[in-house]
């Protein structure tokens, strides 16, 4: 029982965490909290198993693929639905905005794609029991994310003109930096991230329409325990939802666990407002 | 010209005169509300294929006495306010004799009463119990199981034929899996079983180990199965092969749905599923269909496809409009009361789905003996093989 919580806890905890970091990625250069987040995960499951499975394209190129398409979906969140808010951001007009582009890709999903299942390929075909491939790809994909991002953040132009963005904006502007180019890019980017959960977690999860909202709210969760924009603690908060969602179900069943969880989720936020690893937001007097 | 009362009272006595006529050469209207797209889309494209080759097979042979069918088919897309509108349009503006539908309960609970307001005859195949109540719903008539017959016949062939007396009930976390799983469960326990463990399972729930590992550490014979998640219940049955657990999973249609077939890890883990299936569309151990059936299927056979749909859902819709048609040709009438009354009259009307009868007191017309259970990996045409055990 203890293998069977760690396997597929950690395992759906990485995906939560992947779609945490994509919430993160989209906040970080726009301050926009995007409730396309799981529907872009949604889309990873659904685009690889129409290029993998349908269209009988290798995995690494089902993978380009997919990635590719969620990237080009994350620009079009930015131009379509953040853009046009972004100078009323204290109006939460953002709210509206994204979860209209969200519904808009669930109810295309369904008409185009399937309102049933639809099964994912085996990717590289290792493991059984508890080491099958559909738990351990989750947690390798989440791990490879958070050191490429980290990659990114520290070592790359690119990665230091994100984060000069997120830190401060008027003041990035100011020095030159191209922020409407770069807010794009980190859209971009989110919806790779967020893909990429919904590859990794395919065989999981399945191929379905109905994937997107679970992923928005369990996703989000680590976003709040884990500090807003902060990627590391998104991972943990991520894991550690994962581990208990599944010991939840273990110990008193599927509609319990989901109460449990948000129960937990409250009682967190009440003892720590700014999340288990954020910092009380400091304001110069 | 002057009009003189005379004259129009002349006038309004030859139209009326005329409006026999008129009435017997006037095609017969069949409101067909069919949730054609949507998501729940399948089984009303199934039943569509019945409504219209029963409906050009009596205007070929000449039609009712005389007079055409005419099927005025709206789609609702599975949407209520959709059926509503679509339910009024047919009253009021077209002016159908009779309405088949809608084909689920989520729309047939909103239209049901604005029919019986209407004194409209309609029949329709949905499930939910309280759809049929000849006193406040006289015009309503079932003429596939309800929900209490489904779960009879899960629940008889559970203990009777497969002799399990300790049973899992796991039912998804909708409204329909968690009232389901509810009234199985408390049936189970009045008949005498155990219920081992209740479980409502939220049908994206990834990893389905937790509430099998509980039923078997339980002590469960046998898994009863209330959800019509496919992805839900293909997870069911991929944990069941992981853990080298031949328990037998009874219930729910949804189980022998060819969707499961894509998402299972193996062919072998579809084995040992039995679905609610009918006598009338099941083929036995030599691979023949009651002759009557077998019949049919020749004579549908290049005219509709059975390939992806189940016979059942064409069969009813050639019942539908030959349940109009019929009670026309009888009562040569179309009015609302004359149908009604006939329909009332059934006794054991050899339907090519069922043999249904109803009276004024009951218009469940679907003969419980009929519903039996199908090994749900047999699909076959649209049919499947009768479960073992029922000889």
């Known amino acids: 029982m203890l293998a069977s919580i760690l396997a597929s806890g950690l395992a759906v905890g990485a995906v939560y965490a992947l779609i945490g970091i994509t ?3 989209m906040f970080s250069t726009s301050r926009v909290m995007s409730f396309t987040a799981g ?3 949604m889309l990873g499951g659904v685009f690889g198993s129409l290029f993998v499975l349908r269209l009988g394209l290798p995995v690494p190129l089902g993978l380009l693929a997919t990635l590719s398409c969620c990237a080009l979906l994350g620009v079009v969140t930015e131009v379509v639905a953040v853009r046009p808010v972004l100078k009323s951001l204290d109006q939460h007009l953002y709210v509206l905005s994204t979860l209209a582009v969200a519904l808009l890709i669930q109810h295309a999903t369904a008409l185009e794609w399937s309102t049933e299942p639809q099964p994912f390929p085996r990717l590289v075909g290792i493991g059984a029991g508890i080491w099958d491939e559909k738990y351990w790809l989750p947690v390798v994909a989440c791990a490879a994310t958070i050191l490429g991002l980290e990659y990114l953040y520290r070592y790359t132009l690119v990665g230091r003109a994100f984060v000069a963005i997120a830190e401060d904006n008027f003041a990035a502007r100011a020095l030159g930096l191209p922020e409407r180019n770069l807010r794009m890019a980190s859209y971009a980017l989110a919806g790779a991230v967020g893909a990429l959960a919904g590859f990794a977690g395919g065989q999981l999860l399945l191929a379905f329409f109905a994937n997107g909202p679970l992923l928005n709210f369990y996703g989000f969760i680590p976003v709040a325990l884990g500090g807003l924009g902060n990627n590391r603690g998104a991972v943990i908060g991520g894991l550690l939802l994962g581990l208990f969602q599944q010991a939840a179900n273990f110990m008193v069943g599927g509609i319990f666990s989901s109460v449990a969880v948000f129960t937990l989720f409250i009682i967190v936020l009440l003892a720590r407002p700014q999340g288990m690893f954020g910092a009380p937001a400091a304001r110069r007097v | 010209m002057i009009i003189t009362r005379r004259g129009l009272g002349l006038a309004a006595a030859a139209t009326s005169l005329s409006m026999p006529a008129v009435a017997q050469n006037e095609p017969i209207k069949i409101g067909w509300l069919a949730a054609m797209t949507g998501p729940s889309s399948a089984p009303a494209i199934g039943f569509n294929r019945g409504v219209m080759w029963a409906a050009e097979a009596i205007n070929n042979s000449g039609g009712v006495k005389g007079r055409k069918v ?43 009463a604005i029919m019986a307001r209407a004194k409209m005859p ?32 899960v629940r008889s062939y559970t203990l009777n034929i497969a002799k399990v007396k300790k049973v899992a009930v796991i039912g998804d976390t909708t409204g ?59 997870r069911l049955l991929n944990t069941r092969a992981a853990m080298g657990w031949d328990v037998p999973f009874i219930g729910h249609p949804a189980l022998a749905s060819g969707e499961i077939g894509a998402l299972i890890d193996k062919p072998a883990n579809w084995e040992k599923v039995y679905a609610i299936g009918y006598k009338s569309c099941s083929y036995d151990a030599s691979g023949k269909l009651p002759p009557r059936n077998q019949e049919l299927v020749q004579r549908l056979q290049g005219k509709v496809n059975l390939q992806d749909t189940l016979l059942w859902w064409v069969a009813c819709g050639i019942d539908a409009v030959e349940l109009v048609t019929k009670a026309v040709e009888a009562t040569g009438a179309t009015s609302n009361q004359a149908i009604i009354a006939h329909w009332n009259s059934l006794k054991q009307y ?42």
């Open chain 2, 70 to 112: 005419e099927i005025i088919t709206r789609d609702t897309q599975g949407d209520p306010t959709k059926a509503v509108n679509a339910t009024q349009e047919m009253i009021s503006q077209l002016r159908v004799h009779a309405i088949w539908g809608p084909t689920n309960s989520g729309e047939s609970l909103a239209v049901t």
């Open chain 1, 23 to 25: 919430y993160n990625t």
């Open chain 2, 176 to 234: 329909y899996g968690v009232s389901a799983a509810n009234a199985s469960a408390a049936a189970f326990q009045k008949d005498g079983a155990e219920v081992v463990t209740k479980a409502n399972i939220d049908a994206t729930q990834p990893d389905m180990t937790p509430d099998m590992l509980r039923a078997r550490n339980a002590g469960a014979q046998a898994i009863i199965i209330w959800s019509v998640s496919t992805g839900m219940i293909a």
């Open chain 2, 122 to 153: 309609n029949i329709h195949p949905c499930v939910v119990d309280s759809l049929i109540d000849p006193v406040k719903y006289p015009n309503a008539f079932r003429i596939a199981p309800s929900n209490t017959q489904w779960d009879d016949a």
């Open chain 1, 39 to 41: 529907q872009l995960g």
């Open chain 2, 350 to 391: 050899p339907g090519y789905f069922g043999e249904y009868s109803f009276t004024a007191q009951d218009h469940n017309g679907y003969p419980v003996s009929d519903v039996v259970m199908s090994a749900a990996s047999t699909g076959k045409n649209g049919t499947f093989a009768l479960a073992p055990g029922y000889g």
